[in-house]
C-alpha cells in the first residue's frame, strides 16, 4: 500500500510561482512513477507532469518550459515547481504513484490541492 499527500497549493497572481509537494507513504519502494494532474471545473483531468523511477520526465505542452518536476528520494517526496503561473493553470492538482507488480498496475492518488491563478 502507497499514500500520497499534495501540499503547497494557494492563490498566487498571474506570472507568479507556487511549489507543490507529494509525500509519499508505505510501500515507497515499489513505487514506479509518480505524476501530477490537474482537474478544472468542468473539464476531465489531465497530466501535467510525470518523473519515473529511473528520473526521466515528461510534461504537458501547455507547462513546458514554465513548470519543472523533481524528486528527493531521502524524504519520498516529488516537488512541482510552477513558474509563470497563468490564470489557466487554476486547477486541483493531484498526485498519483503508479505501482507495478506481477498484476496489473494500480494507481495511488492523493486528495488534491487547490491551484488559483488570479489575473
Known amino acids: 500500500q502507497v499514500q500520497v499527500v499534495e501540499s503547497g497549493g494557494g492563490l498566487v497572481q498571474a506570472g507568479g510561482s507556487l511549489r507543490l509537494s507529494c509525500a509519499a507513504s508505505?510501500?515507497?519502494?515499489?513505487?514506479?512513477?509518480i505524476g501530477w494532474y490537474r482537474q478544472a471545473p468542468g473539464k476531465q483531468r489531465d497530466l501535467v507532469a510525470g518523473i519515473n523511477s529511473g528520473g526521466n520526465t515528461n510534461y504537458a505542452d501547455s507547462v513546458k518550459g514554465r513548470f519543472t518536476i523533481s524528486r528527493d528520494n531521502a524524504r519520498n517526496t516529488v516537488y512541482l515547481q510552477m513558474n509563470s503561473l497563468k490564470p489557466e493553470d487554476t486547477a486541483v492538482y493531484y498526485c498519483?504513484?503508479?505501482?507495478?507488480?506481477?498484476?496489473?498496475?494500480?494507481?495511488?492518488w492523493g486528495q488534491g490541492t487547490q491551484v488559483t491563478v488570479s489575473s
Open positions: 508505505g510501500s515507497t519502494f515499489s513505487i514506479n512513477a
Open positions: 498519483k504513484a503508479v505501482v507495478r507488480g506481477p498484476g496489473p498496475a494500480v494507481d495511488y
